[in-house]
């Protein structure tokens, strides 16, 4: 038995943080199943990088997942959400505001179907307050949650990620929500002891939370944290230096005690000396200093030879990878971070593995994303005991996509 084994979820949601929190829930043994439109699809099978004529990020969020097709903007589609919404534990969606309850399956509806049913909306801006009807996406909220501003070099501009940090964060975030109502509803001592609850995520917040005290540092001392590049302003020395071969590494100092042996290791012990060097803003004040020593040290090496030093001098330092990299280091390989899994049409892919361990209830990934529809008519017989007539007259209706048609 998986730790989630049992947990049925409609995941209705589109593009990446609902998705990304059912895929974490799906990975621990839930079931969830994915609501797509049965024309158009999910855009995400649409989305970045195709290989036969399959999208690949696809392939990666939608593992785990099976597929109906129904269109949830029919009155019919509406009235089958409502029939799935007694038989599931959790949904998820990220529309506009106002959309579910548009189509007659708001909060409301769907809570008075099921009083048990945990709903986790996801979006840009919330559910209420000014922007909530604002269209939102991860980009917008990296933007103005202050992780942009701060992403960068001191005299270039504002820098956004290269991939979709907002919207990771959120579907990690919900996720967590959705586990913690779960458990709510399951403790004696809660309020919410045997009832559901909605869970209203917004992108903005949850990324606004991973970056720090900055508005409390604000509030108090009327400080604005500025771009650094990539040093910090809290210790020194942390930046990124180039071996000798051409690779890239990072240095890391947290505490004097570190800071002391990598200057060790070196060949300027001199400086641990100064009056400076054991507060972090000190040594932040002599960065330039600090720099060029390790930089010089290090451009006169090849990265293996680094890494090794700072090791058994037991200093922090990484190299920068690329996925390449990523792929042939023993550590990643070891703990098998990255899993080979079988796909009906692509064979073997390679893919994240699951994002933490548990010792007892470990997670796994059963399958790959599924094509379109595939799962329909088993979901809607099995959930909803419709007859294959039925399942067929829906098909033709164009109210769902049964792939088996």
């Not at 970045?48 to 029919?74: F, H, I, M, P, V």
């Not at 600090?290 to 200093?315: H, K």
């Amino acid at each position: 038995m998986s730790a989630l084994s049992g947990l049925r979820v409609l995941d209705c949601a589109t593009l990446f943080a609902g998705p990304t929190a059912s895929l974490l829930l799906g990975d621990f043994g839930a079931d969830v199943i994915k609501i797509e439109h049965p024309q158009k699809g999910d855009p995400v099978r649409n989305h970045g990088y195709k290989k036969s004529e399959q999208s690949l990020w696809w392939t990666y969020l939608s593992r785990n997942k099976r597929c109906l097709a129904l269109d949830l903007g029919t009155k019919v589609g509406a009235e089958i959400l409502k029939k799935l919404a007694a038989e599931v534990d959790v949904i998820i969606e990220n529309f506009r505001p106002g959309t579910l309850e548009k189509w007659g399956i708001g909060p409301e509806v769907l809570q008075e179907i099921n009083p048990r049913l945990v709903l986790a909306r996801v979006t840009g801006f919330g559910q209420y307050g000014p922007y909530k009807s604002r269209a939102g996406f991860g980009t917008l909220a990296e933007a103005m949650s202050g992780f942009a501003d701060l992403t960068g070099t001191p005299d270039g501009p504002p820098t956004l990620p290269a991939f979709g940090l907002a919207d990771a964060i959120a579907g990690i975030a919900t996720a967590q929500a959705i586990m913690t109502a779960l458990f709510a509803m399951n403790n004696p001592r809660s309020e919410s002891f045997g009832r559901g609850q909605i869970i209203d995520t917004s992108l903005i917040e949850p990324i606004m939370t991973t970056l720090g005290p900055q508005a409390l540092v604000f509030d108090q001392l009327k400080i604005k944290q500025q771009r650094t590049g990539n040093r910090t302003e809290n210790n020194a020395p942390r930046n990124t230096y180039k071996t000798k071969d051409g690779k890239w590494v990072a240095v890391s100092t947290s505490a004097p005690s570190i800071a002391a042996r990598v200057m060790t290791l070196v060949g300027h012990p001199e400086v641990i000396k100064e009056p400076w060097f054991q507060d972090g803003r000190g040594r932040v004040a002599h960065a330039d200093e600090l720099d060029a020593y390790i930089g010089d040290w290090i451009s006169q090496r090849d990265c293996s030879d680094v890494i090794a030093a700072f090791t058994e001098a037991e200093a922090a330092v990484a190299p920068i990878y690329d996925v390449e990299d990523l792929i042939n280091d023993p550590q990643i390989q070891a703990r098998e971070t990255l899993v080979r899994v079988a796909d009906p049409n692509l064979g073997s892919v390679l893919m994240q593995n699951v994002i933490y361990k548990l010792s007892a209830t470990p997670g796994e990934i059963r399958f790959t994303g599924r094509s379109k529809g595939e799962d329909t008519r088993e979901i809607l017989t099995d959930l909803l005991e419709l007859s294959a007539r039925e399942i067929e007259d829906l098909h033709n209706q164009k109210v769902v996509f049964d792939a088996r048609a």
